[in-house]
């Protein structure tokens, strides 16, 4: 289930891309729902969506711990 969980925070994260302050704080849900091993791995996912969108390195201070 916890996999499931993160695969449809990927999906929703990639649907809401277009608009930082939408993926901003789509992204603090997920960091609340989501477990540390899987938050570590959204931290990778996000790093390549950052190369293709720059506009979104402004929300990478939510994965700060």
């Keep these: 289930m916890a996999r499931a969980m993160f695969e449809y925070t990927k999906?929703?994260?990639n649907k809401?891309?277009?608009d930082s302050v939408l993926f901003?704080?789509?992204l603090q849900k997920a960091?609340?729902?989501l477990l540390p091993y899987e938050i570590e791995e959204l931290r990778?996912?996000?790093d390549s969506l950052v190369k293709?969108?720059?506009n979104l390195n402004q929300?990478?201070?939510y994965l700060n711990p």
Excluded: G, H, N, Y
């Design 44 to 46: 990778i996912w996000i």
């Design 31 to 33: 960091v609340k729902r």
């Design 16 to 18: 809401v891309s277009f």
């Design 59 to 61: 929300c990478l201070i």
């Design 24 to 26: 901003c704080k789509e």
């Design 52 to 54: 293709e969108k720059p």
């Design 11 to 13: 999906t929703i994260l």
